[in-house]
Each structure stands twice: as C-alpha cells, then as structure tokens.
Nanobody
Framework: QVQLVVSGGGSVQYGGSLRLSCVAS????????LAWFRQAPGKEREGVAV????????YYADSVKDRFTISQDNAKNTVYLQMDSLKAEDSAMYYC??????????????????WGQGTQVTVSS
C-alpha cells in the first residue's frame, strides 16, 4: 500500500537540532513533490519545506529559511528535514506529504494526497 513512514521527532532545547525522516513506499518516488507540513495547537497547518524529487528543487517557508534543510535520498526512497537552531515556535506535529502534481499552490495542504502519520517536535526554552 501507499505509505509515508515518519520518524525522528522528539524534545530538544532552544537552539538544538533534529532530523526528521520520511520513507516512501507503494508509489514511484522519482518525479514527485514531497513536503513537510506542521501544525501546532490552535493553529492552521503550515507548509515548511518542499522538494521535487525529479530535479532536487527545494522551497522553504520564510519562517524556517536558513535553519531547515529538506533533502532526498533516491536510493532509500527517503526525504529528510534537517532542523537546526530550533525555536519554541517550531514546536508542532510535523507531517510528511506527497503528490505527483499540483492543481494550485505547493503550500496548500489539500494539494497533497498522501500523508504520513506525523511526528511531534517539542522545543523548550
């Protein structure tokens, strides 16, 4: 079946780092859009970073630019989110999502048809 298996969340102190992993199975990894979204309590889902696996094009939300890095390993069908210099406002459930094409914006959650289960990231002061 189609799956995105997410791991790597946890609790860190301000300024710390985490690396999230998302392993894809059940669909072709190449030439897909994969992205990380996050949602904190009381807030809407927010797009964090996007990668197109066909050419390694990457896109970032302004709030995480220069701190987060999205990357892929085609041999492992895996996308990563390296998170450095973490802040309290980064605390959220992080979701790995995927789809082959967009009807509109890559930052709209409804564009992605395949969703992982989410992993919690908590950043303390």
């Amino acid at each position: 079946q189609v799956q995105l298996v997410v791991s790597g969340g946890g609790s860190v102190q301000y300024g710390g780092s985490l690396r999230l992993s998302c392993v894809a199975s059940g669909f072709a990894f190449r030439n897909n859009w994969l992205a990380w979204f996050r949602q904190a309590p009381g807030k809407e889902r927010e797009g964090v970073a996007v990668i197109f696996t066909g050419d390694d094009s990457t896109y970032y939300a302004d709030s995480v630019k220069d701190r987060f890095t999205i990357s892929q390993d085609n041999a492992k069908n895996t996308v990563y989110l390296q998170m450095d210099s973490l802040k309290a406002e980064d605390s959220a459930m992080y979701y790995c999502v995927a789809d082959r094409k967009f009807a509109g914006s890559r930052w709209r959650p409804s564009e992605y048809k395949i969703w992982g289960q989410g992993t919690q990231v908590t950043v303390s002061s």
